[in-house]
């Protein structure tokens, strides 16, 4: 039971097991305190190469992908290659160093490929909808 006048704004252990270890995953459509916000966060630890998401898509959402070392001391020892593809096109990028993508709603994105992972990256998908939903409109929301 949440304590005190404030007490029902802190949302603890938000965590779920993650492909490489814990995961911290919050929506704001699952908390009716927040009221309706347009937030969701999904923090991750990426500790080997992996191909997070192969199909290009886009949602009707901005996202911000955030990309930094894992060393909580120094989070710009960034020792990987993250390969992203952006546009109909399918322009690629690569990321060799702590970097914020900004993805605006609409935007064709994808594959997202962690290809050289050196030392343990820090990704954060903060996206400016009440609960991150990837697949086709409908499908059930992944479970926190």
């Not at 990309?67 to 690629?92: C, H, P, Q, R, W």
């Not at 997202?112 to 409109?137: H, S």
């Amino acid at each position: 039971m949440a304590e005190g006048k404030y007490g029902k704004y802190f949302f603890k252990n938000p965590i779920m097991q993650g492909k490489f270890c814990p995961r911290l995953i919050f929506f704001s459509r699952q908390h009716e305190e927040v009221g309706e916000k347009n937030f969701s966060v999904l923090w991750n630890c990426i500790t080997e190469p992996f191909l997070m998401v192969n199909d290009p898509h886009a949602h009707d959402f901005d996202q911000f992908l955030h990309f930094y070392g894992a060393n909580s001391l120094d989070i710009t020892d960034f020792d990987a290659e993250v390969e992203m593809s952006l546009g109909e096109e399918g322009e690629k990028h690569i990321i060799t160093e702590p970097t914020v993508l900004h993805i605006p709603k609409d935007t064709i994105h994808c594959p997202l490929n962690f290809k050289v992972v050196n030392k343990p990256v820090i990704f954060m998908n903060v996206a400016l909808t009440p609960q991150y939903v990837m697949g086709p409109p409908g499908a059930p929301p992944p479970k926190p």
